[in-house]
């Protein structure tokens, strides 16, 4: 089989101006690789990248609607992906950061993993996307 590797994810938003601006704070991912309209579907597309190559591609469709899992759990009850899950250096420095300089939501605050020295933690965009953020030993 050829090699793969991942490439960027993609999320559905209601207001990509907004989300570009958000996720550019809080996690740096502020240069711009590819922007796309497409008036006759009402479409309009930005993929964001950070100096590491971390690329989320953003998609605004004029009157979509909003997806907000109540929690973690309550977002597998739909057959699609459920999170985004991005690793810090400091799960509690990030937490903090996001949720009260940069206005996400908490989710579920910093907790130890299951795998021996993992932590994670939930935190929700603007928007309500979830997010994790994982910590791990040693990276």
Known sequence: MTPVRF?????????LAAQEAWYGDAFALTQVVERLEMPEAG???????????????????????????????AATAAQTFTHLALQV???????????VECGAAPVSAPAPGVSEGM?????AD????LLELIETAGD
Do not use: K, M, Q, W
């Open 119 to 123: 932590r994670y933690a939930y935190i």
């Open 126 to 129: 603007p928007e309500g996307n």
């Open 43 to 73: 479409v309009r597309t930005v993929v964001l990248s950070d100096t590491a190559g971390l690329r989320v591609e953003f998609v605004e469709r004029s009157g979509s609607s909003p997806v907000s899992p109540a929690d973690p759990f």
């Open 89 to 99: 250096e400091d799960l509690d420095a990030a937490f903090a950061r996001l949720t």
């Open 7 to 15: 490439h960027h994810v993609s999320l559905s938003v209601g207001d």
